[in-house]
């Protein structure tokens, strides 16, 4: 019992510990630090060269001495932080995007099917180049006058649309020919999906062999996308997939202080920026050499990206290198499709082997209901059911304690002055009583991983993002509007303290009365639809706990009135025993006498007597004694 507590007590104190976090993160923000060399005088400047391709990169080219020479452009500060050209806007079924013509980088993304949560009415902006927080694609090729990021284009329309029928829209364009060198930026998007191809296609109209390298990275801040729980933070930053390292994240954090340790070479998995729900991820072919960066550029600027090879490209020569980026929702499923290990985006941690089967059968749920409030409520269900032996077990040894609390409260105020001998004398009485105190304990052990993992997968689940549930939850990743679920989800914990044993100590007492309004402030911040699994396992808890502790108490109560009708019969029968024997010795006695009067009366003259009974004090036949005879 008293392990019980000191759980309880450590939950609630760790709980305190994220809310103080919580909220010091939201009035001090973190910021960035500068690393030495960047400059921070001003929010709009950024360094920004070209990435250099690196030796483990370059030995793999076919003409190393020539791949050797190739170099990007050095440091150099931009007045802005993006120049501006012509804006290209592409829209298709999914996607409404905007591309600069200058450096041809997609500025600006809004995912259609994902409203904004700050205006239900507008896309959400997975890319977007504002002065306030900006995260833009980016790519070029490295080499001698050939086309970056920094280099303006041409296009033949300003507008392009996603027609019906049509399963691919193309975007072309063109960059100004330098020393007959012809290269052609080309965006391919496709319909019901969000993978954008991205293309260079190269013509080599000069003299000369060349060995072009291409480039494509993300370039963003470290702040949180709008619209972020500020109670509970999810990763944003750059990750990384290889096979031989597995999934890697990049904390901003390390790359300000240049403490990061990643795969560079490789000839597999992707690069990518994460953020709560969304990624951009470039994938470039598999089984093809490249190498992977993240660099912290400026103040609150960081770059991830992917140098590959185009390849020795000889005079009158075309050639084209592509790479596909994905700009979307954390699907699981239609990730781990495009790309292996790319569906870890959706991070679980460590419990991932609990948390990915529990939301495939969320995921089955919804297909049969069509509405994921419903669905966590079968989830609930299910995983109560699954663990209905073991909090059956745990519920019955408190219920054991609650019926025995009264004796063991007798027990500590008799050894109040002696702990140690108080601890010997509980624990016999629990041996007595067969009775594991932490029988209660245990199951609650081995279910704060279950727990822990449908916390984030409820988190992490992009499908419940601006769905609803009914009447006022209109979205289950957000915050009861009302606080209704909360304080619904706080009078269950009061219900289910009142069922458990009450502490003997004042303390734990108190810590007992003060945890569901603690937990009910704590669940205000939380998304509904964690409230609302909370809330479901509250009451299926509450109807077992009380079923099994009624069951014990009634059990109790039919024991205590078997053992006072025992100890009151054992009480009065030998007083009625003993009224029973007197009564019938005198009755005895007074025969005895009668006998004796009438035997003097009819003899005249001494006889010997006749044999006399003796009357035995026990039995109530009469036993012969032996004749006397005279002397």
């Excluded at 649309?161 to 049509?166: D, F, I």
């Excluded at 209905?388 to 008799?414: D, N, W």
């Excluded at 009438?598 to 006749?610: L, R």
């Amino acid at each position: 019992m008293e392990t019980k507590k000191l759980l309880l007590i450590i939950i609630f104190s760790t709980s305190l510990l994220f809310l103080w976090d919580a909220w010091q993160r939201e009035v001090n923000p973190p910021t960035t630090q500068v690393t030495p060399g960047a400059i921070s005088d001003s929010s709009n400047q950024r360094h920004d060269p070209l990435p250099v391709p690196g030796d483990g990169l370059t030995s793999n080219t076919e003409n190393s001495s020539i791949a050797s020479g190739i170099e990007g452009v050095g440091s150099s500060i931009t007045p802005n932080l993006f120049t501006t050209g012509e804006k290209i806007k592409v829209t298709t079924d999914t996607v409404v995007a905007e591309i600069d013509t200058a450096g041809g980088d997609i500025r600006q993304l809004g995912l259609l099917l994902h409203p904004s949560s700050e205006d239900k009415n507008k896309p959400y902006e997975l890319l977007l180049d504002k002065t306030a927080r900006f995260h833009v694609a980016q790519s070029g090729l490295i080499g001698d006058k050939l086309p970056s990021h920094k280099t303006k284009y041409t296009a033949e329309s300003n507008n392009y649309e996603l027609e019906s029928g049509q399963d691919k829209l193309v975007v072309k364009l063109l960059a100004p020919e330098e020393n007959g060198i012809q290269v052609a930026k080309i965006f391919t998007f496709h319909r019901n999906n969000y993978v954008i191809d991205v293309a260079f296609e190269i013509t080599n109209q000069s003299d000369e062999t060349i060995i072009p390298f291409s480039y494509f990275q993300m370039l963003r801040d470290a702040n949180e996308p709008s619209g972020s729980n500020t109670m509970i933070h999810s990763y944003t930053g750059p990750a990384m997939y290889t096979d031989a390292d597995k999934f890697i994240k990049i904390k901003f954090s390390d790359l300000d202080k240049n403490k990061t340790e990643y795969p560079a070479n490789a000839d597999n998995g992707w690069i990518a920026m994460l953020e709560h729900y969304f990624l951009a991820a470039w994938l470039p072919t598999q089984q093809a050499p490249r190498e992977y960066y993240v660099k912290h550029l400026a103040f609150n600027q960081y770059t991830a990206g992917v140098i590959a090879p185009v390849g020795a490209i000889e005079s009158g020569q075309t050639k084209q290198i592509s790479m596909s980026l994905y700009a979307g929702p954390q699907g699981q499923e239609k990730l781990a499709e495009l790309s292996p290990g790319l569906d870890l985006t959706v991070d679980y941690g460590w419990l991932t082997v609990l948390a990915q089967p529990l939301f495939k059968l969320l995921s089955f749920y919804h297909s049969w209901v069509d509405n994921w409030g419903v669905a966590i409520i079968l989830l609930t269900l299910t995983v109560k059911l699954l663990f209905f032996p073991l909090s059956a077990a745990g519920y019955r040894s408190m219920a054991k304690l609650r019926v025995v609390t009264p004796r063991l409260q007798k027990i500590r105020e008799q050894y109040a002055g002696d702990r140690q001998r108080m601890h010997q004398a509980m624990m016999e009485f629990y041996k007595e009583e067969k009775i594991n105190p932490m029988g209660g304990c245990l199951p609650i052990l081995v279910q704060i991983p279950v727990f822990i993992a449908l916390f984030w997968t409820l988190m992490s689940a992009v499908e419940l993002r601006n769905t609803p549930f009914a009447l006022w939850i209109t979205d289950l990743s957000t915050p009861d509007p009302y606080y209704v679920l909360p304080l619904i989800m706080g009078i269950s914990m009061w219900i289910q303290s009142k069922l458990s044993p009450t502490p003997a100590d004042p303390i734990q007492a108190k810590v007992m009365q003060i945890m569901p309004i603690a937990f009910s402030i704590f669940f205000f911040f939380f998304p509904s639809g964690l409230v609302l699994y909370s809330l479901c396992n509250n009451i299926l808890s509450i109807l077992q706990q009380w079923q099994i502790t009624r069951m014990y108490e009634n059990k109790a109560e039919d024991a205590n009135k078997d053992k006072n009708k025992k100890h009151k019969k054992a009480e009065s029968a030998p007083i009625a025993e003993k009224f029973a024997l007197n009564d019938f010795a005198n009755k005895n006695e007074e025969n005895l006498v009668n006998t004796a009067s009438a035997d003097d009366e009819v003899q005249s003259e001494p006889v010997v007597p006749k044999p006399k009974t003796v009357i035995s004090s026990n039995k109530n036949k009469p036993t012969h004694g032996k004749r006397v005879r005279k002397k």
